[in-house]
């Protein structure tokens, strides 16, 4: 998936449309200076309207802190992106999507500082019918014991 400023904008703009997003975004103030600074303004400018409850900013969001994407503050934006999807109203499909995204994050070990956001969130939603694979999480040892001793003290 492309994470390109141009894409974000049009991809957003597209969802809120068939959304029917009462109050999109205006990406008027996002830099169009290099490519990299301009994708992190329209990824923060997602981040903040899913604090507001923007029903394609969550999923464009979902999306991201799901994607295997790295450049310079991927890791913090996915981090505040995932903070954000914590309070967000979620679907149940979003839910179980996040659920089998970030576990296929966490079985792969390919994360970075977004891990504690990453556990957080999960906790919040809640391992659903994936507990049984999170328990196997800890055979693995490393990070994903912590996450599992996390994860159960919850259930």
């Not at 464009?60 to 967000?88: N, P």
């Not at 990453?118 to 939603?125: A, D, G, N, T, V």
Request: charged fraction near 25%; aromatic fraction near 12%.
């Amino acid at each position: 998936m492309e994470w390109r400023r141009e894409y974000v904008i049009q991809r957003y703009e597209q969802l809120a449309k068939s959304l029917r997003v009462c109050q999109p975004i205006s990406f008027d103030g996002v830099s169009k200076t290099s490519p990299s600074v301009s994708s992190k303004h329209a990824l923060w400018a997602i981040s903040h309207a899913v604090a507001k409850g923007d029903e394609a900013a969550i999923k464009i969001a979902k999306q991201f802190v799901l994607a295997d994407v790295y450049f310079h503050y991927s890791g913090f934006i996915r981090a505040t992106m995932a903070r954000r999807l914590k309070s967000a109203n979620l679907s149940l499909h979003d839910r179980e999507e996040l659920r089998e995204g970030l576990y296929k994050l966490f079985y792969s070990g390919q994360f970075g500082p977004e891990y504690k956001e990453f556990c957080r969130l999960l906790r919040r939603i809640g391992l659903g019918h994936m507990k049984e694979k999170y328990k196997e999480l800890g055979n693995m040892g490393g990070k994903q014991v912590k996450l599992l001793n996390y994860l159960t003290a919850a259930t």
